[in-house]
Each structure stands twice: as C-alpha cells, then as structure tokens.
C-alpha cells in the first residue's frame, strides 16, 4: 500500500478574532480511504476543511498534498491540487441547468457548446461508474436535495478531484438517500479516491469510515482505525468526559387527550400549500415525535400550533376550541392556553440575540403580572428568576446580563427550554431541540423533555434526526409533504420503514428502495413546481 | 393619422428608444452580475456632458465621445469601489452619483463655458451625423417600402445603429460564452462562482465597466446625436425609466428592446401631440409621462407573469461557510 498521505496538515491553526478555530492541526489522510472528522458543532471541522479548500487562509501551518508541499491561497489552487469540496449548503446556481453548473468555472474555452457538449459525455460516464444519474438538462431548482448533492460530487468528479470532502452530507437526506450516498462513496473510494467525511453523527462514522479524527474544541484530540473504536469512546473523546447516548426512559403513561388537532390546511405566502390536512392526537404523558427530513411541513405545523401562522382546520385544547387565524391565534394566546413552544429556530424565533439573558426569560410571558410593578416591568424580580432558572438548567456562564449570542448554542437552547418549562405548560411544542447543541447539552435536554412527560405533559416533538426521534418518542408520526404518512410505535418499526415513509413510499417496494425514493420525491417536486405557476 | 405622420412618429421611437436601450442594456449587464445600479441616470449625465464640452472644445464628436465614455467608466469605478470593495449599500452609492452628476456637471459647465450650466451649440463635426444607408435614395419612391427604409431605418447616427446591434450581442454574449454563463452565476449565487475558483469581485468589476461604456454611449448620443450640446439634468429621469424598462423585460435583452421600444413610443406620441382628445375625452401628456412607470408598477405587482430579479441583487457578497 502507498504510504504517502493523499492529505497531510501540519500545524495548521486559525483564529477568528478572539476565538481560536484551530489550533494546531496535523492530521495525515491516506489514499483511496474514507476518513471521518466527527466533532460537536463549533469544534472547528468545517473552519479545518475550509481552509483545505482555500476558502480561508490558515494563520500557521502547511498543506501537503500527495507528498508535495502546496500553497492552498484560493479555491482555483485547491482545484487544481485535485481537491473538491461538496459543501453543507450546496453552492449552485438555482436557475442553472445541471449541465450549467458543471462547467460553471471548468470551461474549455471562451464559447460555451464545446464546454457543453464535452461535459454531456463526461457527465454520462461518471454517471455509470458511480450510480450518480441526474438529469443534464435539468434546471437545478427543479432537483430533490438528494440530485442537488450528486450534481456537487460530479462537479467535483469533473474537475478531476482525487480526494472529495464532504461537509456534514446527510443532513437533508432521507435515510434511503442517504444509503445510496454512502454507496457512492463506496464506489469513490474502489476507485481509489480519497474521501473526507465532516459529521457529526457517530452512526455513519462507524457505518462508512476507515479511520476518524475527533476534533474538541479546535483541538485534534485523537485519530484512531474505526474497527478498532466504538460510538461510546468516540463520544467521549468528543465530550471530554463518559456521556450517555441512551435515553433512560421508563415507558409512557398516556392520560387524556390534551391537543386534538383536525385537518389543518396552511397555504404559504407563495401560494404553496405546506400543510394537507394534517390531523392527530397529543395525550398528557407523552412525547409523540413527528419525524420527516426538513421541509415537508413540519415547521409549518409548529408555527400554526404556536399560533404565528393561519391555517384553516381544527385545533381543539382540552376540550377549548383555539382560533386558527385572526384575534387570539398568537403566540401569546397560546401560552395562555397552556401551550409553551421552543421553536425551531432558536436564534430567529426563540431568542433576540442582542437582548440579555434575563430579558430573554420572560419573552412571551412579559405581561403577567408576576412581572410587572405598577406600570413598569419589575425588572429586579425578572432578573432574580432569571438567575436561579439559569443555575438549575445549567447555563454556562451562568451570567444573566450577557446578551443571548454570546452563548454557545447549546446554552441557548437551554435558556429557551428553561423559559417555556419553568411556565409549566400542559403541551409542549419543540422543533429541533438539539440542533446545534453539543453532545454534553443532548443528554441535559433530553432527560429534562423526559422529566416534563412523565410530569403528565404532552410533548409534540419535531426533529430531523432520526436517532433523536426514536429515543425520546413514545409514538412517531412521519410526515411527508404536507401530510401525516402514517403512525408507528418506536418499538414495531425500523429505519428503513420510516425512511421509506419520509421519503412519500407507504409499501416496501418488489425493486431498489432508492429508486422507489427517487421516483416519489421527484413526484413532490413537480406537484411544488405545479403549484408556483 | 397618415403613412407619413405614422413614420415619423415611429422615427422618432426610435431615436427615443435609443438611449433608454443602451442604458437599459448597460442596467442589464450590472444586474444580471448582482450589482444594483439605480446611478444609471448620473452615469448617462455625467457622459451627456463630457461629451458635449469635449467635442465643443475639440470640435470633434468622436474624441467627445471617448471623454463621455470615460466620464461613466469614472462613476461606475466610484460604484464598485463603493459597492463591490467595500461592500456598502448599492443604492445609496447609487443615489449618491446620480446627485454628484447632477451637481458637478453644471458647476464644471458654468466654470467652463459660462453659459448658465449649459454647453455651447455643437455643429458640424462636433455631432454624430445622420447616416444615409446604401439604396436609401434610389429606394426611396417605392411605395410603402420605400418611405419605410429611408425614413425609419435609414438616417439615424451611428449609435443608434450600434444601440440596436447590441440587443443580440448582449444576448450572445450572456447565453453563449463562458463570461456570459459566469456573469449570469454571480448575480444568482457568487458563492457558487467563489467555490468554483473565479473571482467574483472581478466579474462583478468586468460588468459594471461594461456597464460604464454603454451608459457612456447613451450619454453622448443624447448630448451629441439626439440634441447639440448638453443642458442641465438633460438626462429628464431616462435612466429610472431605463431601469423600469429592465424590469418589464424581466432582465432579458430581446425583451428589453420591446419595452424601450414600448417606452420610446410613449415619449414621441407624448412629444407629438401634447394633450390627446380621445373623443372629447382629453388625456394630458403628463398622463403619457408617467405611463412608462405605471406600467412598471404593474408588472412589479405580478399582473404580467412574474419578475423575477437576480436572486443575489442588491448583496454585496461575503465569504461564509
């Protein structure tokens, strides 16, 4: 086997500002492997790949690349050192074909047809090695997520890249295509590509990688053989210290209905109807988990419950009909109700950034009288409930005069949470509550969501991430494109069903599950598309 | 309305067209790469003057119309210094030159020439020439046809001949070359064109200069070619109807003819005949004026099909992951 590293970086550190992104990095990359980066958010994989990629300039440090010692100033230097790069939010041209966004920077000459056509054969070609079919004629804005992803990686392939870095891949794919990505993968790495894999979920580091580098806090803190490692050690030296990665949880004890919810139809502001008649349940004691990739109406379902979108339909709360649309369908008439909401995202909706801590605690509750003092807010009183929530919830720095951005993500989760539970609500809306959170902060959320069920709450809890939807749901609901695909126990179903469900297939199919996938999600996008006209 | 009444109303379309289609096209170009340019009024302004004073002075047209070129390139440098380098508000850095224009031109004019902000009269070589094309004369008494060449297609200056030819360059250009493809890119997704390994400030620069030389030609046909010698804010709100052209031809050159064409007739039928009197019923020309804008607004409020912008307009662009 080669022993020359396809990648080596040598003390490769970065500082933005005050805050050390990397610090001092040396990693070797072998040929022909895929090589995992698993990190919390924020531990700086992304600032390290970026860097690779030319994106940033490192302030110390080298690059080597197959044995030769490179200078990676701009992203043409690191294309033509036969790096490419699929990033997180992909960077194509909406507008542009397929075809378009290929040769987008890689033409042979000043006239496009040539350029075209020659990409056409090669496009064809790559396409058969490496099952990555997508439609050349295609405008990119008509694609699933999932070809938008292929149309990156033969971007990549095109420019000849030997080693391809793949920024967190799965995060808005369904299961199945997520499957068929790692194949590709797998055919990339036969074919003696280098792989890089930037995640953050410990399954597809053990699923795909041959080796894996943990990152903590800028550092490199280890690089072991995958064979050779488990999820709970790789955990560990993400967090510093033993975390649990299962939820204890004891099983549900449903009561009564609380939130009755009936045919809920939201059309959007481009005349897009996101949600199809979407009906369920919600029982006191128990966390119903809604799974689905981003997109399929989720976050609209959240915002009509949370009372800041219209919709037609019918919600009813223990028994109380609640309006849908005009004078009390609000976020504060929810509240009232009993409805608290951790929105999904926390840094536009939960939060004001720039305000404090503490005032940031009673947003949405400000006008009870608890807190107020004659005509003015008693902000004495606020502050001190502001400073025990924050010691009990465990909010790092517990300092509730720091403005709400100056807390890692994580911490502001926690200062939601803390404001919503503390109003001890009898239903509890949380979209993605450990989006962005560190590993250390998932276990504290995830006991707490425990704690408020088996308190008798009734939790409806949004997630993409399958693996948090399976651990804390006691019921899961799927949804896809609108509508509720069905209902499953976590402990009758499996992976494979619900990402069939999440991805619109209700049968298991006789042929390939990605095809059946391909075929219903296309299906969405012309029914979208349809609609836009 | 006769033939010959017809004709000369369409003639005049066409000259009046022409400036709107040239800084319609230069608005094209700067858009179409993501850079917003509402200073395409100072642009055509500044131009208008240094044309005019220069081939006042030199007694050339052509040398008038090098420094009318110039003077926009100058304003589209101080645009993409203001918006591109560093990063500052589109529109602001637009208004900004439309009023600079407005200002120096008159002062540099008073200090000049000392004729209340205004240019001597050019004659002679100092204006562009009506050009006779071949067969104009011998085609002439032909019925229907003849009058048609000789007086609508014939005998206008060369800018507007070059105005015209633009419409299909610019539209090879954007859809068959590499710069085309990457400048329609950068006003979509820059990032896209950063990853790919092309400068995005570069191309950003490359489109607004073009941007400069055609504002420039509009400027000078209208100080040189369509009247002799600058007057103060002789530009009369061309380059905001310009504007308003662009976005009725939803950013495309083809359509961007027809509507400057649509607006230029507009403009001649309002020069024309003042007030209309549709049957006792009398539209004031104020009422033709404004037609160019209504129509813009409904085409903005989605009557016409949808206008779509360059998703990565009016953003200056920054690096992020």
Redesign the interface.
Do not use: C, W
């Given at each position: 086997m080669n022993d020359t590293p396809a990648i080596e970086l040598k003390g490769i550190s970065k500082a933005f500002g005050p805050v050390q992104a990397n610090k001092d990095i040396s990693i070797r990359v072998m040929p022909g492997t895929i090589h995992g980066i698993i990190g919390e958010n924020g531990a700086g994989k992304?600032?390290l790949m970026?860097i690779l990629?030319g994106?940033?300039k490192a302030d110390a440090g080298e690059i080597w690349v197959n044995g030769s010692h490179k200078d990676i100033t701009?992203?043409?230097?690191?294309?033509s050192a036969g790096i490419g790069?699929v990033?997180?939010?992909f960077?194509?041209?909406?507008?542009?074909t397929v075809l378009?966004?290929i040769?987008?920077?890689?033409?042979d000459?000043?006239?496009?047809?040539p350029?075209l056509a020659r990409a056409r054969g090669v496009l064809k070609q790559l396409a058969e090695e490496y099952e990555l079919s997508v439609d050349p004629d295609e405008l990119v804005e008509n694609l699933s997520v999932g070809h938008q992803q292929r149309v990156e990686i033969l971007?990549a392939l095109y420019r000849q890249a030997d080693i391809l870095i793949l920024?967190e891949p799965t995060g808005v794919l369904t299961p199945a295509e997520a499957d068929h990505l790692f194949r590709i993968l797998d055919h990339l790495r036969a074919e003696g590509k280098t792989v890089i894999l930037i995640t953050h979920k410990l399954r597809e580091i053990m699923e795909i990688t041959d080796t894996v580098s943990v990152m903590r806090r800028g550092e490199m803190t280890a690089t072991v053989k995958t064979a050779e490692t488990s999820p709970e050690q790789l955990a560990e030296l993400m967090v510093g210290r033993k975390v649990l990665l299962r939820v204890d949880k004891t099983p549900a004890q449903p009561g009564e209905v609380l939130l009755d919810v009936q045919n809920l139809r939201h059309v959007d502001d481009a005349g897009v109807e996101r949600l199809k008649g979407v009906s369920l349940q919600l029982r006191a004691g128990e966390v119903l988990g809604i799974a689905g990739v981003a997109g399929n109406g989720q976050s609209e379902l959240l915002e009509v419950l949370g009372g800041y979108a219209d919709a037609s339909g019918a919600v009813t709360m223990k028994g109380v009909s609640l309006p849908l649309s005009g004078a009390g369908a609000d976020g504060s008439a929810r509240r009232k109700a009993g409805i608290g909401h951790v929105p999904e995202d926390r840094q536009e909706e939960g939060l004001i950034m720039p305000y404090t801590a503490w005032e940031n605690t009673v947003f949405g509750y400000h006008r009870d009288p608890h807190y107020q003092s004659g005509m003015l807010m008693n902000n004495a009183r606020i502050k001190e409930e502001a400073q025990d929530k924050m010691t009990r919830y465990d909010v790092r720095p517990p300092n509730p005069n720091l403005a709400a951005r100056n807390f890692s993500g994580g911490n502001q989760q926690k200062i939601v949470l803390a404001r919503e539970i503390e109003r001890d609500p009898d239903v509890l809306l949380i979209g993605q509550p450990t989006r962005g959170v560190d590993i250390g902060a998932i276990e504290f959320i995830h006991q707490e969501i425990i704690r408020l069920r088996d308190k008798g709450k009734a939790i409806l809890l949004v997630s993409v991430e399958l693996d948090e939807i399976f651990s804390l749901s006691d019921r899961i609901a799927v949804m896809f494109d609108g509508q509720i695909m069905g209902e499953r126990m976590p402990g009758e179903t499996d992976q494979t069903e619900l990402g069939l469900l999440m991805a619109g297939v209700t049968e298991r199919p006789e042929g390939k599950l990605i095809d059946a996938v391909d075929a219903s999600l296309k299906e969405k996008e012309a029914r979208e598309a349809r609609q836009h006209d | 309305m006769d033939y010959a009444t017809l004709l000369q109303v369409l003639d005049s379309t066409v000259r009046l067209a022409t400036p709107l289609l040239l800084a319609c096209l230069a608005g094209l170009f700067s858009e179409r790469a993501g850079i917003v340019d509402i200073g395409l009024e100072g642009k055509m302004l500044a131009a208008a003057f240094f044309s005019a004073a220069i081939a006042a002075i030199t007694g050339s047209v052509w040398l008038g119309l090098l420094a009318g070129i110039a003077a926009a390139l100058v304003m589209s440098g101080i645009h993409g210094l203001a918006s591109i380098t560093f990063r500052g508000n589109q529109l602001i850095s637009g208004v900004a030159i439309n009023f600079l224009a407005s200002g120096i031109t008159v002062l540099i004019a008073q200090d000049w020439f000392s004729q209340g902000g205004r240019t001597p009269s050019l004659m002679g070589g100092g204006r562009f020439e009506s050009i006779t094309l071949p067969f104009a004369e011998a085609l002439r008494g032909v019925p229907i046809i003849g009058p048609l060449y000789y007086e609508l297609i014939s005998g206008h200056s060369i800018l507007v001949y070059v105005a015209f030819l633009m419409v299909p360059l610019t539209w090879w250009i954007l859809?068959?070359?590499?710069?085309?493809?990457?400048l329609?890119?950068v006003g979509?997704?820059p990032?896209?064109?950063?990853?790919?390994?092309?400068s995005v400030v570069g191309l950003r620069f490359a489109a607004i200069a073009i941007c400069g030389l055609l504002t420039g030609l509009a400027g000078a046909y209208l100080a040189t070619g369509l009247q002799a010698g600058f007057v103060r804010e002789m530009t009369a709100g061309r380059g905001y109807i310009a504007l308003a052209a662009l976005i009725f031809a939803k950013w495309r050159p083809w359509y961007a003819l027809y509507a400057c064409l649509l607006f230029g007739l507009l403009q001649a039928v309002a020069l024309r005949y003042q007030n209309i009197d549709l049957g006792g019923f009398i539209i004031p020309v104020q009422v033709m004026d404004a037609l160019p804008y209504i129509l813009t607004v409904v085409i903005l409020a989605g009557f016409v099909g949808k206008a779509i912008p360059p998703?990565a307009g009016g953003e200056p662009y920054v690096?992020e992951?």
């Open positions: 992304s600032t970026s990629y994106f940033y701009d992203s043409q230097a690191a294309i790069m990033f997180q939010h960077k194509l041209v909406q507008n542009f378009e966004n040769i987008l920077g890689a033409e000459g000043p006239m496009l047809r350029s971007k920024d | 859809f068959r070359t590499r710069f085309g493809l990457r329609r890119a979509e997704a990032e896209a064109v950063d990853t790919a390994g092309v998703r690096k992951r």
